[in-house]
């Protein structure tokens, strides 16, 4: 899934579980977006989905994508947040929703550029995740299409949701 479907999926995890905690649990309801948005990361890759680059192209085509999909779409979810709610308590259950949908492709940048080693539990999570691209990973992955009308249309059900 691109960067901006995983941001709109992880704010969405965020809404959810502030509507289940609300301002009673903030540590679990804090936790539970969190790890709402990293199972919710697992569960779109498994989807079939389109990329923006190659695994062949990730070195030379790697900033523009981290600046226009991954942190552009981080600034818009957290600026709808903001100017729905202000910086409350709801606007970090979407922080921590967004901050779990992204880990594991963090995690698999890290380990790319090796910053960190891809030994121990590192290298299950890394293994697990890359299996669950089934449908191409690497050089055979699929690019953004047609099909990858869900992602958008996640986006801007996310992004409804969020200024809702």
Known sequence: MVAIGHTAVGAFAGVFTYQIFGETGLLPGLLAAGVTGIISHYITDFIPHGHFIKMRDYKTQIIPVIIFDLLLGIIIFLAAAFLKDQ?????????????????PDVLDGLIYIKALPKQGFIKYENNFHQWLHWHGRGDNCLMFGVRDIWQLSAIVISLYLVVG
């Open 87 to 103: 910086i409350g308590l709801r606007f970090f259950y979407i922080l921590f929703g967004i901050g779990g949908a992204q880990l």
